[in-house]
């Protein structure tokens, strides 16, 4: 579960966490054993007896053990681990469940860094406030959400078990067909109409009510913000990509594509506020492959939830949608099935505000959407040309380009020097990036 936007930046610091094993020589086993126990104090009796009882719905229990297992996965922002709690139920029968938990980093240097984005705080927020959802009435997103059974801020976060539920996450090199684009599509519909049924009961937006958890996480624009430089270096890395991929200097209006294509990519800075013209939601804001995870229901259906809310944030439906689409298709899919799907979208966000008991005419017209999805199409032409440097690269190849003398110049100056340097050894790299600066090329051919 993999963050895309968070990929791009956790990589410098677990640098000072590779070099500081290197020069300690400590063995993994050993550094995974201090971490399971250090991580172990962290969830108390108390949180073990409030996670059952959210689990089995009453306090007839008796605890027998908790253990708790790392899960190698790489986490970006947080270690991972699989909690596994035996107990006797009110019958006397045992039974043990598994859940999930990501829990802050263990190095100082990934946890400030975690800290200072506000990225595990963001997430522990938004469940909590899916949560006051639910309390209202508004609870279909349950099916499209791990169940949430703790959050304790910067500490840890105690999710559903999906992969012992049978969901399998998504290839990220591999892109979708259309069936499953709008399985995906179906979900997200789901999601974002229960922030509109919820506003609609409490007669008042989200941003109003919680806005300092809204708060900007990956595209934050104050000058200090701890990733503001990292961003500067991907749109660096787009404006070299045009050479790179010999794409002409000159648009068919005239214009300069470079200074076009720069524009652009700085409107992005302003595409993640809330929108001041058209209805915005909870949006998930990281919807790619690694953040989706599938499986077939009782009725053989693919089915879908979301995980990883690092990036939440209040904007537009359509900003999710069309960074989804454009995150995991092909230009040719784009071409032939976009705005069919977009339609198709939108029926599904009718079909759950409907559920929901909300009027899809009053709150968020065709028309209106759809004139949103051409403004978020800037968000997710830049977006996607950003994350793609990084994200498909190998996970092999993206750790040898962090242990190279170059690599604050690869990563904070300029990430075209990467892309040049690694775009002719992997031809689908190669393909998904240039066909990246082929929409950001169309998109300036327009303006």
């Given amino acids: 579960m993999k963050s895309s936007a968070f990929l ?20 993994q ?117 791990p169940k949430f059974y703790l959050g304790k801020a910067n500490e840890c976060l ?35 109409a229960n922030t509109i049924a919820f506003e609609e009961k409490q007669g008042d937006s989200i941003l109003n009510t919680y806005g300092p958890g ?15 430089r990292g961003i500067e270096a991907s749109i660096a890395g787009i404006i070299r990509e045009i050479d790179i991929f010999q794409f002409p200097i000159k648009l068919n209006s005239g214009k300069n594509f470079k200074e076009v294509a720069k524009d652009v990519c700085y409107q992005i800075w302003n595409l993640v506020k809330p929108s001041k013209q058209y209805r915005n939601v909870l949006t998930h ?15 053989r259906r693919n089915v879908c939830k979301f995980v990883d809310y690092q990036q939440s944030r209040y904007t537009p439906p359509s900003q999710d949608v069309l960074a989804f689409i454009f995150f995991t298709t092909t230009r040719s899919f784009r071409a032939k099935h976009l705005y069919e799907v977009l339609g198709v979208y939108y029926s599904y966000l009718e079909k759950y505000l409907k559920v929901l008991g909300v009027d899809p005419k009053k709150v968020l017209p065709f028309s ?15 977006a996607t040309a950003i994350y793609f ?12 380009y962090c242990n190279r ?18 775009v002719e050894k992997d031809l689908k790299y190669k393909s998904r990036l240039r066909d990246s600066i082929q929409d950001l090329k169309d998109y300036c051919e327009l303006l």
């Fill in 8 to 27: 791009i930046t956790q990589i410098l610091i677990n640098l000072v966490s590779l070099q500081s094993t290197k020069q300690h020589g400590q063995p």
């Fill in 29 to 145: 086993d050993k550094m995974e054993d201090k971490e399971a126990t250090f991580h172990a104090e962290q969830i108390s009796d108390e949180d073990i007896n409030m996670i059952l009882q959210r689990y089995t719905g009453g306090s007839e229990f008796v605890v027998i053990r908790k253990t708790l297992k790392p899960l190698k996965t790489p986490g970006m922002l947080g270690s991972y681990a699989t909690l596994e709690i035996s107990f006797l139920d009110s019958k006397g029968a045992e039974s043990t469940q598994s859940f999930f938990v990501k829990f802050l980093p263990t190095i100082d240097s990934q946890a400030d860094f975690a800290k200072g984005i506000g990225a595990f705080t963001k997430e522990v927020f938004v469940y909590e406030l899916l949560e006051r959802f639910q309390k209202e009435g508004v609870s279909t997103v349950t099916n499209v959400v």
């Fill in 158 to 192: 105690i999710l559903e078990h999906l992969a012992v539920e049978g969901y399998k996450t998504l290839d990220k090199h591999s892109v979708l067909d259309y069936d499953t684009v709008l399985t995906v599509l179906n979900a997200l519909a789901n999601f974002h």
């Fill in 214 to 228: 809204l708060v900007e996480t990956y595209f934050a624009d104050d000058d200090d913000f701890i990733n503001k």
């Fill in 285 to 299: 804001g990281d919807i790619w492959s690694s953040n989706i995870l599938m499986k077939a229901d009782e009725n």
């Fill in 368 to 382: 209106e959407f759809m004139d949103s999805c051409e403004e978020q199409k800037a968000f997710a032409i830049v």
């Fill in 389 to 400: 440097q990084i994200i498909l690269l190998e996970d092999g190849v993206f750790d040898e």
């Fill in 405 to 422: 003398e170059n690599r604050d110049t690869l990563f904070l100056e300029d990430r075209g020097l990467l892309v040049e340097d690694y």
